[in-house]
């Protein structure tokens, strides 16, 4: 079944613990991203890949990482979390702009909140 | 990048169809606009893409008029279940990024 994982789905923590949300996609698709979502704000993204080895700042990059070693796997890392990022995160992939047709696929999403 | 402005919210009745308008003004050439639905606590999920003129599949059907500057995702007969966010979005050839505006929540009433 073509999908998107994300791990863990819910998550607790306190400010500056380091953690990491992981993100996987079996579809072989080049473009992943992830949004977080709060409330009236829509959709927002955080950071994006193109492909392996290339990533990219979206609208709100600050105070995360990512990394892109292998094509299905897009972790998001908060090295020092703070309560301002406590939000549902989205992981999303699909086969890129400029491919024509393009479908990206979220997974399930993350609720996290930092205490 | 091509940004959209949509509706914030919208009421409908079980049974009507449903019309949400998307402005997009500076769409570039090679954008794409595709329609995306959203249910609380869940990820977005497609429904239509479309470039110009209209397309239908079995859920909505797209209309883009010749300049492009707007979209229109059509809902037949909507039921309580269509009760969601819809976001359009500007995907484009030459674009690094997609962004989500904040969308359009749809109410529908019984």
């Known amino acids: 079944e073509a999908q998107v994982t994300q791990n863990p789905r819910y998550l607790i923590t306190v400010t500056g613990k380091k953690l990491t949300v992981t993100c996987s996609q079996n579809m072989n698709h080049e473009y992943m991203s992830w949004y977080r979502q709060d409330p009236g704000l829509g959709l927002r993204q955080i950071y994006y890949?193109?492909?392996?080895?290339?990533?990219d700042k979206g609208d709100v990059p600050e105070g995360y990482k990512v990394s892109r070693k292998e094509k299905r796997n897009f972790p998001l890392i908060l090295e020092s979390p703070s309560p301002n990022q406590t939000s549902l995160y989205f992981c999303a992939s699909s086969l890129g702009p400029g491919q024509g047709y393009n479908e990206q696929f979220f997974g399930p999403g993350t609720r996290l909140t930092v205490l | 990048l091509a940004k959209t402005t949509q509706p914030i919210s919208m009421d409908s009745y079980e049974g009507q169809e449903v019309n949400i308008t998307c402005s997009h003004n500076n769409i570039a050439t090679n954008d794409y606009i595709t329609w995306y639905q959203q249910f609380p606590s869940q990820g977005p999920r497609f429904i239509i893409q479309?470039?110009?003129t209209k397309v239908t599949n079995e859920v909505a059907s797209l209309f883009i008029p010749a300049d492009r500057k707007s979209s229109t995702l059509s809902l037949p007969r909507v039921s309580l279940s269509d009760t969601a966010v819809y976001y359009c979005?500007?995907?484009?050839?030459?674009?690094?990024?997609?962004?989500f505006g904040a969308g359009t929540r749809l109410t529908v009433k019984p």
């Open positions: 890949s193109m492909n392996v080895e290339v990533t």
């Open positions: 979005l500007g995907e484009g050839y030459n674009n690094n990024d997609m962004r």
């Open positions: 479309g470039y110009k």
